[in-house]
């Protein structure tokens, strides 16, 4: 199994672009979850899917910020548009369902300019 | 607020000792998981215990939990180098349908 895999691994932007990061969960789970890293906040959960219907985003720290799951194996994170303060490594983590153990893909180490 | 905290903030030991790493939270759980992050990777699952499970071991990994305390801790035993990486706790709260909320983490330098 190629665990979760995340693209690209590294984002370098300027302010105000579109951001898109794109995220393939480990096949048969149905829950994925997107988070954010950084040094001051540390791990915070952005939003989560079950069944690729999005359960909670509270998370999300504004209208800029945008995720979809069309289907059970892809699911993309769009940041339009991007801002310094968006600079961070964003993981992408599925997970068989219920109340199970994540698995964390390698993370998109993003840097606004 | 963040569920759970960790304490200490960071660690360092020597090879072959103990480590020791506590976390506390707020609020009735289902479970709390153990997870740890290499430098600039993903985090990777260590251990979970159930809300009504006290102890829980694997390798030299033991996890304690006392839901009287709302609070866990994580102990490695025989530390190596390799053990270097920073531990965070996640709590899967009552109630809100399996989101972990994970902790600040501690840091963990294990000298050979």
């Known amino acids: 199994d190629a665990g979760v895999i995340q693209s690209p691994r590294h984002e370098v932007t300027e302010m105000g672009q579109e951001v898109t990061l794109r995220c393939k969960p480990i096949?048969?789970?149905?829950?994925l979850f997107w988070y954010r890293q950084t040094m001051m906040r540390g791990l915070e959960l952005l939003i989560y899917?079950?069944?690729?219907?999005?359960?909670?985003d509270s998370g999300m720290p504004e209208d800029r910020f945008s995720a979809k799951m069309p289907n059970a194996s892809f699911s993309t994170l769009k940041i339009q548009p991007s801002e310094p303060r968006d600079s961070a490594v964003y993981f992408c983590?599925?997970?068989?369902?219920?109340?199970?153990?994540?698995?964390f893909g390698p993370g998109t180490r993003l840097t606004v300019l | 607020s963040q569920q759970g905290e960790e304490d200490p903030q960071a660690l360092s030991i020597q090879e072959g000792e103990n480590a020791t790493m506590n976390c506390s939270y707020k609020?009735?759980?289902?479970?709390l998981q153990w997870y740890r992050q290499n430098s600039g990777r993903g985090l990777v699952h260590l251990i979970l215990?159930?809300?009504?499970?006290r102890e829980k071991h694997s390798g030299r990994l033991r996890v304690t939990l006392d839901t009287s305390k709302k609070s866990s801790s994580l102990l490695i035993t025989a530390s190596r180098a390799a053990d270097t990486a920073s531990y965070f706790c996640?709590?899967?709260?009552?109630?809100?349908?399996?989101?972990?909320?994970f902790g600040q983490g501690t840091e963990l330098s294990v000298k050979p």
């Open positions: 983590a599925s997970g068989a369902g219920g109340r199970d153990e994540q698995f």
């Open positions: 096949s048969g789970h149905n829950s």
């Open positions: 899917f079950n069944n690729n219907v999005p359960i909670d």
């Open positions: 609020t009735s759980i289902n479970n």
């Open positions: 215990i159930r809300s009504n499970e």
């Open positions: 996640a709590t899967d709260r009552a109630g809100q349908g399996g989101k972990l909320i």
